[in-house]
Nanobody, 125 residues
Framework: QVQLVESGGGLVQTGGSLRLSCVAS????????MGWFRQAPGKERNFLAA????????YYSDSVKGRFTIARDTAKNTVYLLISSLKSEDTAVYYC??????????????????WGQGTQVTVSS
């Protein structure tokens, strides 16, 4: 059973930085894409970034390019999301997700195979 467990959220000040982690277990992820999403209260869950587990190829939403960085450590089965220059509008629950790579799949969609429970990020001024 694949499990994704996020951590690293919390209360941070505007302009600060944060590193979110997602530990994956229960499977072999060499053929997976790993994604990060966020959902603010009353809003849809939005795609942020994705990374191919094997090759490390990355893909970002235009809205976060330059401030967000996705990375993975295959030895630790962990995917990271580094966020810099935090803004109040970054306040949301951040989710990690995994999808088995398949042709035609849109990484920006929410149709991933597995999801974590989310970690809350609150940015205060």
């Amino acid at each position: 059973q694949v499990q994704l467990v996020e951590s690293g959220g919390g209360l941070v000040q505007t302009g600060g930085s944060l590193r979110l982690s997602c530990v994956a277990s229960g499977g072999t992820f060499s053929n997976y894409w790993m994604g990060w999403f966020r959902q603010a209260p009353g809003k849809e869950r939005n795609f942020l970034a994705a990374i191919g587990w094997s090759g490390g190829n990355t893909y970002y939403s235009d809205s976060v390019k330059g401030r967000f960085t996705i990375a993975r450590d295959t030895a630790k089965n962990t995917v990271y999301l580094l966020i810099s220059s935090l803004k109040s509008e970054d306040t949301a629950v951040y989710y990690c997700a995994a999808v088995y790579a398949r042709e035609g799949f849109r990484l920006t969609s929410t149709n991933y195979d597995y999801w974590g429970q989310g970690t809350q990020v609150t940015v205060s001024s």
